[in-house]
């Protein structure tokens, strides 16, 4: 049974000012937090990509956040600046050491400090793996993931059936209430989840799944049903 509890939006945000001052990987006075019914809006200047996904993560890891409006800004000191060759050359060797990276299907392109994924790859969470391997690497703005998922034929009833035993397995309760739909390749997940742990888990579990090569997220995340 969960407790029904509910927050004010003065709570929430202390609640994510404390989460961001404990990830060390966060500058927690550099990122301003507002809270509007469950909404939260992060603000600032950090000096690294990586810092700006940390504290989105953060606040999504709170209780009682429903969404996150992110409109931090990435701003590299001189000392921290990078070259588009010494970035692209990070991202072939960080691909390369990545175990679970298949790195000679994959592409890459870094123009002012962005890097365009391309390429294809047996399954979608080898796809969402190349994106983060790269996100933290120091000089790196943002990730365009443009990796291909492969066309496989596939059952869709068989499909759905993998990855609603994997909900089972990985959510926080069973996954009673979520509809998965498969479409060609394409998987949609609707209905409501407790937090945003728990939808990580849900959409973590369709990654694995042979043959889905997208995945359309509608969950809703509801602390209170």
Do not use: C
């Not at 953060?58 to 009682?64: D, E, M, S």
Request: cysteine-free.
């Amino acid at each position: 049974m969960y407790e029904t509890i509910t927050k004010s939006d003065l709570q929430i945000q202390q609640d994510v000012m404390r989460e961001m001052r404990w990830d060390t990987r966060i500058g927690a006075t550099e990122v301003g937090v507002e809270v509007d019914k469950g909404i939260v809006t992060l603000t600032g200047t950090v000096d690294s990509y990586a810092k700006k996904h940390a504290a989105k993560r953060a606040a999504h890891r709170v209780a009682g956040v429903l969404d996150v409006a992110e409109d931090i800004r990435v701003h590299f000191p001189g000392s921290a600046r990078k070259t588009d060759a010494e970035i692209a050359r990070a991202v072939r060797l960080t691909l390369e050491w990545d175990v679970f990276v298949p790195d000679t299907k994959i592409r890459s392109t870094v123009s002012d400090g962005w890097v365009t994924l391309e390429g294809e790859v047996e399954f979608l969470r080898e796809r969402e793996d190349a994106a983060r391997a790269v996100r933290n690497l120091a000089g790196v703005k943002g990730v365009w993931n443009q990796l291909l998922v492969q066309t496989k034929k596939v059952d869709p009833s068989k499909v759905r059936k993998m990855i609603e035993e994997a909900l089972e397995r990985r959510a926080e309760r069973e996954a009673e209430g979520i509809r998965v739909e498969v479409d060609d390749g394409s998987v949609t997940l609707t209905g409501r989840v407790r937090s945003w742990l728990e939808k990580g888990a849900v959409t973590g579990a369709v990654s694995h799944a042979p043959g889905v090569r997208s995945l359309n997220d509608r969950l809703r995340v509801d602390p209170f049903f």
